[in-house]
């Protein structure tokens, strides 16, 4: 207990830490309980946020912000309409044919796999090959099910959906058009002394934006490329396999090996065991090795290295706390909690002690 309250007194004489932990937990806290109200809302800063570089981009040409916001606005709304009528259609599409032809899917899968025990008796039997096809029937009905009640409450989707596309663009307008004033009208109500708060918005400014910048880069990039691989080679569902193959870099480590599974079951389903096959596993690796090895060390030079093991646990917690916002921005949530660490009074001054004495 000592301790405890030896910690808390001296945290407390800080007024710095003090404001600095308000903010975070003001933040947390509205985001938690008024996520899903204020669902366009955040929505729409996340997306101004990454229209703000290519305005400013453009202010570097000379160009007023207003005439670039303008701009950049109706750039933005091109790709939303081309996204709306050109490429959710074809995904539906896609998705609602795969649907159906998953009992066939798996239909051939099990002549497949029946064919394991008579060449490995020893490893494998066929009673376990028949519970595993049973077990992924039994989930292909459950799959049925809950796409027939997603197509009950398709209603309020498409509703939700409305107000979406009516209200995330005018907010992104204002908040790109305004964004001086709305900076200015927050900063009010924070207290003055906040040099700690601003260190730490700062570092983590620069992060998040490099971040979120870069990833919204490698989603189209590796999704554009895999989609021109795919249709190259002629590969059935190709919209959909590679809109699923753009969005896997959102969970690094997890996401490209889930993507693995029905890339190679529909290739598998369209060509068997044929060298097509293999063709396309290859190319796929090589889209991976290169998004790797290229394209991530170009897109994210100045990002914290974080350990593996952190983000990992960065993309569980946040994850779970706001599912699939919480992953994208895991890594960047997970850099505000190392900036924060790193800033924090008394752990900054050992680490400049134990820096002097090495000296």
């Given at each position: 207990m000592d301790i405890l309250r030896q910690w808390f007194q001296r945290f407390s004489a800080d007024p710095q830490a003090v404001i600095l932990v308000l903010v975070l937990l003001v933040g947390f806290v509205v985001v938690l309980t008024m996520g899903k109200m204020l669902g366009p809302v955040l929505a729409a800063l996340?997306?101004?946020?990454?229209?703000?570089?290519?305005v400013n981009a453009l202010q570097k040409y000379g160009i007023p912000r207003l005439a670039a916001v303008i701009l950049v606005f109706i750039i933005f709304m091109v790709f939303l309409m081309f996204s709306l009528l050109g490429l959710f259609p074809r995904l539906s599409y896609?998705?609602?044919?795969?649907?159906?032809?998953?009992?066939?899917?798996?239909?051939?899968?099990?002549?497949?796999?029946?064919?394991?025990?008579?060449?490995y008796p020893e490893l494998i039997s066929e009673a376990q090959i028949n519970d595993v096809i049973n077990a992924i029937r039994a989930e292909l009905a459950g799959l049925g099910q809950r796409v027939v009640s997603m197509s009950v409450a398709s209603v309020v989707g498409v509703i939700t959906l409305m107000v979406y596309v009516i209200l995330v663009p005018v907010l992104i307008f204002f908040f790109l058009k305004d964004k001086m004033r709305i900076i200015h009208w927050m900063t009010a109500y924070l207290p003055r002394d906040r040099a700690l708060t601003k260190r730490v918005w700062s570092e983590v400014n620069a992060?998040?934006?490099?971040?979120?910048?870069?990833?919204?880069?490698?989603?189209?990039?590796?999704?554009?490329v895999s989609y021109i691989t795919f249709v190259?080679?002629?590969?059935?569902?190709?919209?959909?396999?590679a809109t699923l193959v753009g969005l896997s870099v959102v969970i690094p480590y997890i996401g490209a090996a889930a993507v693995t599974l029905p890339i190679a079951a529909i290739a598998f389903f369209q060509w068997g065991w044929s060298v097509d096959f293999w063709y396309l596993l290859i190319a796929y690796g090589v889209i991976q090795a290169l998004d790797g090895n290229v394209l991530v060390p170009l897109l994210f030079s100045e990002v914290v290295n974080l350990h593996p093991v952190a983000i990992i646990i960065a993309i569980l917690v946040f994850g779970g706390l706001w599912g699939l916002w919480g992953v994208f921005f895991a890594i960047p949530l997970a850099t505000l909690v190392q900036a924060v660490l790193k800033a924090w009074p008394g752990r900054g001054q050992q680490l400049a002690v134990q820096e002097t004495v090495s000296n």
């Open positions: 996340v997306l101004a946020y990454l229209l703000e570089g290519l896609q998705l609602t044919q795969l649907v159906h032809q998953l009992p066939s899917i798996v239909s051939k899968g099990h002549d497949a796999l029946m064919r394991l025990p008579e060449r992060q998040i934006a490099n971040y979120v910048r870069g990833k919204v880069w490698e989603i189209l990039i590796v999704g554009s190259m080679m002629d590969l059935q569902y190709s919209v959909l396999l």
